[in-house]
């Protein structure tokens, strides 16, 4: 998993990297290179390319998003069944065998797992663990990174697909006369 992590990382550096020669190569560049306005038909196929892979990766980027969220509902609950065992000493109505957290609910682990719930002293247990809390911290990391992720694809998404259009409403021979 490691590696796989550091692969994305390296592939969206190089993509960032692309993308920045793509955006002078398709636009003011081309401009300042030739005196005047013209395009190129690679500037149009790279843009029209790179509209289309952004979207394909803002798409996978929102199923990452979604699935990250999950984690972090769950241990959102989990956080908030501790939160009721933290406060059971000054509130004594229910015996505090009876407070559990129910792992199999999420479908992570199958419903006829057996250590499948966690209740009274074995919870305490693992809500006093800092390995929990930084978990908890971990994945509300990894979903605020993909949310961003996601809405940084789709500015560029719209920057770019305002170029392509530019870069073929300019290509044209009568484009001066539409206006």
């Known amino acids: ?57 803002g798409v996978a980027w929102l199923g990452v998003f979604g699935f990250s969220a999950v984690p972090v509902f769950m241990f959102y609950n989990i956080w908030s069944t501790c939160e009721v065992i933290k406060s059971f000493q000054t509130n004594v109505t229910v015996p505090g065998d009876q407070i559990c957290v129910d792992i199999r609910q999420y479908g992570i682990i199958p419903w006829n797992a057996v250590p499948g719930k966690a209740c009274g002293p074995i919870l305490e247990n693992i809500c006093n663990t800092n390995e929990f809390y930084m978990s908890y911290h971990l994945f509300i990391v990894a979903c605020a990174g993909a949310g961003a992720t996601v809405i940084a694809l789709l500015i560029y998404m719209m920057a770019t697909t305002y170029n392509y259009a530019v870069l073929k409403f300019k290509s044209r021979e009568d484009c001066c006369t539409k206006f």
Request: glycine content about 10%; hydrophobic content about 50%.
């Open 1 to 57: 998993m490691q590696y796989v992590i550091y692969g994305i990382a390296s592939f969206f550096f190089l993509y960032g990297i692309i993308l920045l020669a793509e955006g002078f190569y398709t636009t003011s560049a081309v401009k300042e290179l030739h005196g005047e306005f013209k395009t190129t038909a690679c500037g149009r196929c790279i843009s029209g390319m790179f509209v289309f892979l952004t979207y394909v990766l």
